[in-house]
């Protein structure tokens, strides 16, 4: 308990307050998620907004490593998907 006060005390220090707004029912499932998982709404929010932000990442980075595809009209897609079978 006294390592996690200690934790607790120097993220305040690292880390910036920000408001946010959740509808009812979202703000009552973080609660009980916190109270279950033994994390702050913070700390679950911080961890959301990092794998969120991780997602866009990797979302960037395989549209990068597709940049020099060819492109192809959403037609063709279609009348090929069609002739393979697939719709």
């Known amino acids: 308990m006294l390592l996690k006060a200690f934790i607790e005390a120097i ?6 307050r920000s408001t946010i707004y959740f ?11 916190s109270a279950s998982s033994h994390l702050s709404v913070s700390e679950l929010i911080d961890q959301a907004v990092r794998l969120l932000m ?5 979302d960037l980075a395989a549209f990068s490593e597709r940049a020099e595809e060819k ?3 959403y ?6 998907l069609k002739k393979h079978g697939k719709i």
């Open 11 to 16: 993220m305040s220090n690292l880390s910036k």
């Open 23 to 33: 509808e009812p029912a979202i703000h009552q499932a973080l609660k009980i998620k």
């Open 71 to 73: 492109e192809i009209s």
């Open 75 to 80: 037609e063709a897609l279609l009348n090929d």
């Open 54 to 58: 991780s997602e866009d990442q990797e």
